[in-house]
């Protein structure tokens, strides 16, 4: 199975950009890499997801190193509606999902 | 279109009581997961079906746990003989089909409570 690890919380500023790294040594050569958001007392919602160098959609962007051993979940200028826990997941070459700790974003005014 | 939707939203119950967790998919995903998240941690992989197959169990914390899916839809998590150590959120995703990916849509979750 894959294993990713996580900060377990950061702080931010409204307006700021938010960097959140996630490390997965053992992920396999064809496994994609995706986010989630999770509010509480909701499931978690597909942020993004990226294989290999860099993604961008309408909300964040994913950078993939090339040596795919992590990512980092970029949110530019976030809000306070951005507080939530961010988890990465690899799949570790299997069909079995790994999720990280997550971390926990807090945006304060 | 209906995402997927979970029942019970809570559930209490008395320690050694068996519960059972029921999960409706997105119509016409395949993939279908089962996930345990405890107070402040994160998602605990349990197990997941392609169709009505279940290829991997080994993510079930024990033998009290068993999970079933019917028609290609429809799930069910059973709990026997439930633990204090069971209370959690049970969440169920579904996905077009197994493996990464695929993006996986998560129902609201169960809450278990076991006195």
């Known amino acids: 199975l894959a294993k990713t690890t996580q900060p377990i919380s950061m702080d931010s500023y409204e307006g700021q950009e938010v960097n959140i790294t996630c490390s997965h040594n053992?992920?396999?050569?064809?496994?994609?890499i995706t986010w989630y958001q999770q509010f509480p007392s909701q499931g978690p919602r597909f942020i993004i997801q990226?294989?290999?160098t860099k993604v961008t959609n309408e909300v964040a962007s994913l950078f993939i190193p090339a040596d795919r051993k992590s990512s980092t979940l970029s949110l530019p200028r976030v809000s306070l509606s951005d507080t939530a826990v961010y988890y990465c997941?690899?799949?570790?070459?299997?069909?079995?999902?790994?999720f990280g700790r997550g971390t926990s974003l807090i945006v304060h005014p | 279109g209906a995402g997927v939707s979970q029942s019970p939203s809570n559930k209490v119950t008395e320690k050694g009581k068996d519960v059972e967790l029921r999960c409706d998919p997105i119509?016409?995903?395949?993939?279908l997961y089962w996930y345990r998240q405890s107070l402040g941690q994160g998602l605990e992989f349990l197990i997941y079906?392609?169709?009505?197959?279940?290829?991997?169990k080994s993510g079930l914390p024990s033998d009290r746990f068993s999970a079933e899916r019917t028609g290609g839809s429809v799930s069910t998590l059973t709990i026997q003989r439930t633990q204090q150590e069971d209370s959690a959120v049970y969440l169920c995703?579904?996905?077009?089909?197994?493996?990464?990916?695929?993006?996986?849509?998560f129902g609201p979750g169960t809450r278990l409570t076991v006195l």
């Open positions: 079906f392609q169709g009505n197959s279940a290829p991997d």
């Open positions: 995703a579904s996905s077009h089909t197994s493996g990464g990916g695929n993006e996986q849509f």
């Open positions: 053992n992920i396999a050569t064809n496994d994609y």
């Open positions: 997941l690899a799949w570790g070459g299997s069909y079995i999902p790994t």
């Open positions: 119509s016409g995903h395949t993939a």
């Open positions: 990226g294989y290999k």
